[in-house]
């Protein structure tokens, strides 16, 4: 069985309104047991993970050393995530797969301007109707069959482990002072 406390004892502890107790645990920072109760030692453990977190920013300035460590750690994560997502084949560079459209529409174009030329002496030695949209359609068939084989080749890739032999190259630790 779980001990809860009433919202005055949160409010107390957290220096809180019941409002403010109510809002976050609406917003699901602090979990809430019932009605008007919560568990003393989640609710703590939660509002000061949600103070660390959502005040970090708040807490230091934009040109502080500690912030632009943790964007330059973040933004290698975020590489070495795509990185791995293109290993496994779940991420395609943009560029790449403009190519690619390129290259498929360049060759639509070029097989349906093509179609006639190829088509008209099977549609002039046609004899019915019928057999001019069958060699119509094996045509377009045979010219859309080759389009599907087109492919998407990776020629930039994220290769972030590749260009950096140390992470931390050229960046150093502030020394401390006496």
Not at 138 to 161: D, K, M, W, Y
Request: proline residues 6%; negative net charge.
């Amino acid at each position: 069985m779980t001990t809860t406390v009433p919202i005055d004892t949160i409010c107390k502890l957290l220096d809180l309104t019941p409002q403010r107790v109510n809002q976050l645990a609406r917003e699901g920072i602090i979990p809430k047991h019932e009605r008007g109760r919560y568990e003393l030692v989640p609710v703590v453990r939660a509002y000061i993970q949600y103070l660390r977190m959502g005040n970090l920013k708040k807490d230091l300035p934009e040109d502080d050393y500690t912030t632009h460590r943790m964007r330059l750690t973040r933004a290698k994560a975020d590489i070495m995530e795509m990185e791995k997502a293109q290993m496994e084949d779940r991420l395609i560079p943009a560029d790449d797969i403009e190519s690619a459209w390129l290259e498929a529409a360049a060759n639509m174009r070029a097989k349906m301007l093509s179609l006639p030329t190829k088509a008209s002496p099977d549609i002039f030695a046609a004899e019915s109707l019928a057999e001019v949209k069958s060699v119509l359609k094996e045509h377009i068939f045979e010219a859309l069959s080759e389009l599907e084989g087109i492919e998407i080749h990776v020629t930039n890739p994220i290769r972030a482990s590749e260009s950096e032999e140390n992470p931390d190259e050229g960046v150093s630790e502030p020394e401390a002072t006496t």
